[in-house]
């Protein structure tokens, strides 16, 4: 311990002088613990010196234990050496004689070998020669293998001369094969009947020979089944359109007919599907030089019918074989017409197609998988058909003959009527136009889905642009040509109740053709070959039917216009100078309000909401505008006549207004609306302007109508009946004032722009906003003086209608009441 710690201690354990009495004891316990300490260590050391000496004594006898170890090892590597020795010496004959009977093994077992291909060879040459055919096939095996243990030994000269011999052989076989298969097919195996067994014996030879041997044997087998087919269909009596479907009647009838002799050919040889095959490629090649020889173009129906034929004849092939390629429907092409005979043929087709469908799937486990084979790498759809399609023009150009010829039936029959309580609002005629379309169009695709198709689609382009000029020409029309001009009925349309029905039924015709045209062009572009489906393409049409439907619209509008002339004409023929009292509204409002309830129920019931919303707007912007200009037409027009004439103003805004629930389709009414609004709100303006009095005209001309022109100024002040000389004086006066006028709203802009920090000039400031001031003032101190001037129940209307125009937030005539 530390000085510090030992007196800590002390100090710990005697704090106090007391304490101090303890000392002895401690002393004598610490005393008897040092006793004790000692005699632990003299033990200890006693014990140590005792164990040195022992383990020098065991380190001793350790190490003389190593030393006789390890003379153990060495005896014991030396004996191992010793008989390592003897063993090589013993085992140095025994090996010579191991490799020699090995190699003596070799030998043996090669000349073995050799002699039995002499021998099986000697057989197989026999054989040959007496053409064992069933025996040669297993002999050829057996020679085969036994050849391959020599390919070794091809340097020896008389494994040489065996394989030699061997291919003689061979080549002699192959040649008394040929020969014998010659034979089939000439009558000879219906009086031999072993002949059949013969050659299929001969075709177990054929499949030990090399794989190229049996292609040589097929291929002039298919060509000599073909040499009668080639020389009958070349004549010139059989090498016709016309007599396509015999050749497929001929191939169908060989295959059936020889289907018993021909099971001699083992079934992976498939010699029927190659057949097939060199019979299509044979006769496509004669299909082309006929068509391509044909002095004139071919019937329609022969050459359709060669065609469906040809179709027909490939599905059964690719059906019968498993050809790969989608399938289509093959239907007449002129079944439509054939009646009710066709169509049963048409079901029976199909029932037959469809039972072969399943019962080719219920047999797919037990059929032999080598029939599959084929089915990877051809496919009979198209191989013959395709020859027809550059000669197809024909058949393209009677289609639309037909559908032209049938489109003008269709218009001719059309009644342009619709029967009460039609659900559809269609011309029967738009539908059966596709109906017949879609018919052409499942004929075509039936044969071909390539460019005849495209050229058929653009058939149908033509065909719905006739049909949609067929619908512009049944529009009602104006006046044309010289009289009508000089009479100022160019242009005009006058149309009855019937004629606005059919103008909604060709909208609504030509809007399910817009949308029904770009439907076939979508099914057409699915059924056409990929690489032609961007040419399918049917925006030209849909234009040409949506200017249909805006030429219809806009002549039912101008027909509407044409029943209101008579009754805008009655307007300017009222005595409005000399009426004396103002009353109910007029009876030309009344008939403007009869032709809207006669005519707009019907065009709401019959046009879809937004072609009656197009309608609407084009009613407004040319009833309107036509209402305000016609007022100008009038003659003099007295201070009673005047205020006539606002009330007959409001009959008639309402009466517009009222238009869209009139016809039960007030979705998106609001902005014609707001549109009917305005502009009627200029004819009560003018209406205004002339009930005011002759020195206050001018300022309530400008306020009311700030876009008035000074000819129309003029002309108010005609109808207010002022003579020439007074207008004369207002005009001046109105013309000096309009400068003004027309620089306030400047003025009152160029206040707005100048800075707060820079102090405007007076005369800036100043007389613009007086001149603003004083203008109000003065024209609403004259409107009050004509509200106290009146007297009558009509002008008491026009005052409360005048105060309704303060709470209206758009109008020309709320700037009179702004603050």
């Not at 992976?268 to 299909?287: A, N």
């Not at 799937?361 to 599959?372: E, I, S, T, Y």
């Not at 005519?599 to 019959?606: E, N, Q």
Request: glycine content about 4%.
């Amino acid at each position: 311990m530390e000085k510090s710690s030992t007196l800590d201690y002390i100090n710990q354990m005697f704090p106090t002088e007391a304490s101090l009495t303890g000392v002895e004891p401690l002393m004598q316990k610490v005393h008897n613990e040092i006793r004790v300490v000692d005699a632990e260590i003299l033990t200890a050391v006693r014990q140590q010196s005792n164990s040195g000496s022992k383990a020098k004594e065991d380190l001793a006898a350790a190490t003389s234990a190593v030393k006789e170890l390890m003379y153990k090892v060495r005896e014991i590597k030396s004996k191992a050496e010793q008989s390592e020795t003897m063993v090589q010496e013993i085992c140095r004959d025994i090996k010579k004689l191991d490799f020699a009977k090995k190699h003596i093994t070799t030998t043996i077992t090669a000349l073995h070998r050799l002699t039995m291909l002499v021998s099986a060879i000697e057989q197989l040459q026999v054989m040959a020669s007496k053409r064992q055919y069933k025996e040669a096939s297993a002999q050829l095996e057996a020679v085969s293998q036994l050849c391959s243990h020599f390919d070794g030994y091809r340097d020896n000269p008389k494994i040489t001369e065996l394989r030699d011999k061997f291919k003689n052989i061979k080549q002699i076989l192959k040649s008394h094969v040929f020969s014998d298969f010659s034979s089939l097919g000439t009558g000879k195996e219906t009086e031999d009947s072993s002949l059949l067994q013969h050659l299929s014996d001969a075709c177990l030879v054929v499949d030990a020979l090399e794989p190229s041997v049996r292609e040589e044997l097929v291929k002039n087998f298919c060509d000599r089944e073909l040499i009668s087919y080639q020389q009958i269909f070349e004549g010139a009596e059989l090498a016709k359109l016309d007599k396509t479907e015999r050749r497929y009647a001929w191939v169908k009838r060989r295959l059936r007919t020889n289907e018993e002799i021909w099971k001699i050919f083992p079934t992976s040889w498939h010699v029927d599907y190659l057949l097939c095959i060199q019979f299509c490629k044979l006769t496509r090649t004669q299909l082309e030089d006929i068509l391509e020889n044909l002095k004139e173009k071919p019937e329609v129906a022969t050459l359709l019918m060669a065609l469906q034929r040809t179709i027909e004849f490939e599905e059964e092939l690719a059906d019968k074989f498993g050809g790969s390629g989608s399938s289509r429907t093959v239907t007449d092409g002129f079944g439509e017409t054939d009646g009710s005979e066709s169509n049963n043929q048409t079901v029976l087709d199909i029932r037959k197609k469809y039972e072969k469908k399943l019962n080719a799937h219920q047999g797919d486990q037990v059929n032999d998988k080598d029939l599959a084979v084929p089915a990877a790498g051809f496919n009979f759809r198209g191989i013959i058909s395709s020859c027809f399609e550059p000669h197809l023009t024909v058949y393209v150009e009677f289609e639309e003959k037909t559908l032209m010829e049938s489109l003008e039936k269709l218009v001719q029959e059309e009644t342009w009527d619709m029967e009460e309580g039609s659900q559809t609002n269609i011309l029967s005629s738009s539908m059966q136009v596709f109906l017949i379309i879609r018919r052409s169009l499942k004929r075509c695709s039936a044969l071909t889905k390539n460019q005849t198709l495209l050229n058929l689609f653009k058939v149908f382009q033509r065909v719905l642009r006739a049909y949609a000029n067929k619908l512009f020409m049944k529009l009602p029309k104006g006046g044309t040509g010289i009289v009508a001009a000089a009479t100022g009925m160019d242009g005009y349309i006058k149309t009855s109740d019937k004629d606005e029905r059919m103008i909604c039924y060709i909208v609504n015709t030509a809007e399910y053709c817009h949308k029904t045209a770009e439907e076939l062009a979508d099914n057409v572009s699915k059924i056409i070959d990929t690489q032609l489906a961007d040419a399918v393409d049917m925006s030209e049409v849909q234009d040409e039917f949506s200017a249909v439907i805006t030429k219809a619209l806009v002549t039912l509008v101008n027909g509407l216009e044409t029943k209101f002339d008579v009754e805008m004409a009655a307007m300017t023929r009222v005595l409005w100078a000399t009426l004396e009292s103002v009353g109910d509204q007029s009876e030309y409002v009344n008939n403007i309000k009869m032709i809207l309830n006669g005519s707009i129920p019907v065009l709401g019931r019959l046009l879809s909401p937004v072609y009656f919303q197009f309608f609407l707007d084009k009613l407004a912007s040319s009833l309107a505008p036509r209402f305000y200009l016609n007022i100008f037409k009038c003659k003099q027009i007295s201070e009673t006549g005047a205020q006539q004439m606002l009330l007959d103003t409001q009959a008639v805004k309402t009466t517009l207004l009222d238009i869209p629930s009139l016809g039960k389709q007030t979705a998106g009414a609001a902005s014609y609306s707001k549109f009917v609004s305005r502009e009627m709100s200029k004819a009560e303006a003018l209406l205004k302007v002339i009930l005011s009095p002759i020195d206050s005209v001018a300022d309530t001309y400008s306020a009311l109508l700030p876009e008035g022109t000074p000819s129309e100024f003029q002309r108010i002040l005609e109808l207010k009946g002022l003579k020439k000389a007074d207008q004369q004086t207002i005009l001046e006066d109105f013309n000096k004032r309009g400068t003004g006028i027309s620089q306030m709203p400047i003025a009152a802009s160029t206040v707005q722009v100048i800075p707060a920090a820079t102090p405007a000039p007076s005369s800036v400031v100043s007389q613009p906003s007086s001149a603003i001031i004083a203008s109000r003032e003065d024209v609403l101190t004259r409107a009050a003086a004509l509200g106290r001037g009146a007297a009558t129940t009509g002008f008491k209307r026009f005052l409360a209608l005048t105060e309704a125009a303060k709470d209206r937030t758009d109008g020309p005539f709320r700037k009179l009441f702004n603050a």
